[in-house]
């Protein structure tokens, strides 16, 4: 399958979006950004023309052709399975494509989602949670994850460079997102060496740096 005409719904500090920008770039598949700014004049996902393409209102929404695909997870699964690219990013055997998955779900379903922008939005909206607190919150959360993430890293000392094996996976492409928010809220990493070190392996990779917050069309200037 050609992949003319990808286009990706994203916005620069989404970690949800930077999951899949790297998931494109590991796959080698070109793509334009076509941004949607989360806090800018109420939230430009909020406009009616956004809520056409995506009920939820949330980033990333990739479009392939006429395909509309929403949700991360389902969107690197689908670019995955579709496209050879340059890399598969879950593994040849059921059982490790069991691990990588589970890894992934740790980020994508447990951390992220409580600690993402509309549930910040809402502790300082219906609770008055000053940012102090909203900083605790997103702690103590990632904290959490990032426990269990390191103990399970260390139930499989052959890994290699990456969370599973010597090329980066779904896992990988997750953990690094959510380690860009770790240090962002100010979280201590040296609890989490193995965290650490596959974080600092897989930003030296190209694919990995092209999809940093920072290095995006709609990055505010440094």
């Given at each position: 399958m050609s992949a003319d005409?990808?286009?990706?719904?994203?916005?620069?500090?989404?970690?949800?979006a930077y999951r899949v920008r790297i998931a494109l770039n590991l796959k080698g598949l070109p793509y334009e950004i076509l941004p949607v700014h989360l806090t800018a004049?109420?939230?430009?996902?909020?406009?009616?023309?956004?809520?056409?393409?995506?009920?939820?209102?949330l980033v990333p929404t990739l479009l392939d052709g006429g395909r509309v695909i929403r949700q991360s997870m389902a969107i690197i699964e689908y670019?995955?399975?579709?496209?050879?690219?340059?890399?598969?990013?879950?593994?040849?055997?059921?059982?490790?494509?069991?691990?990588?998955?589970?890894?992934?779900?740790?980020?994508?379903?447990?951390i992220h989602p409580i600690n993402n922008l509309r549930v910040l939005q809402y502790l300082e909206r219906e609770f008055n949670a000053p940012e102090v607190e909203r900083e605790r919150w997103s702690r103590h959360w990632i904290a959490e994850g990032f426990r269990a993430f390191e103990s399970l890293l260390a139930e499989n000392p052959s890994t290699g460079q990456f969370c599973e094996?010597?090329?980066?996976?779904?896992?990988?492409?997750?953990?690094?997102?959510?380690?860009?928010?770790?240090?962002?809220?100010?979280?201590?990493?040296?609890?989490?060496?193995t965290i650490v070190r596959i974080d600092e392996e897989c930003r030296r990779l190209p694919a990995f740096d092209r999809a940093r917050p920072e290095?995006?069309?709609?990055?505010?200037?440094?």
């Open positions: 005409g990808l286009r990706l719904y994203s916005y620069w500090r989404s970690s949800a004049g109420g939230g430009q996902q909020h406009a009616p023309e956004y809520h056409q393409v995506n009920p939820q209102e670019l995955d399975e579709s496209y050879d690219g340059e890399l598969k990013l879950l593994p040849p055997t059921a059982r490790d494509r069991a691990r990588v998955r589970a890894l992934a779900q740790l980020v994508a379903c447990d094996g010597d090329d980066p996976s779904l896992a990988d492409v997750c953990l690094v997102p959510q380690v860009y928010n770790a240090r962002r809220w100010g979280l201590d990493l040296n609890p989490y060496p290095n995006q069309p709609d990055a505010p200037p440094a």
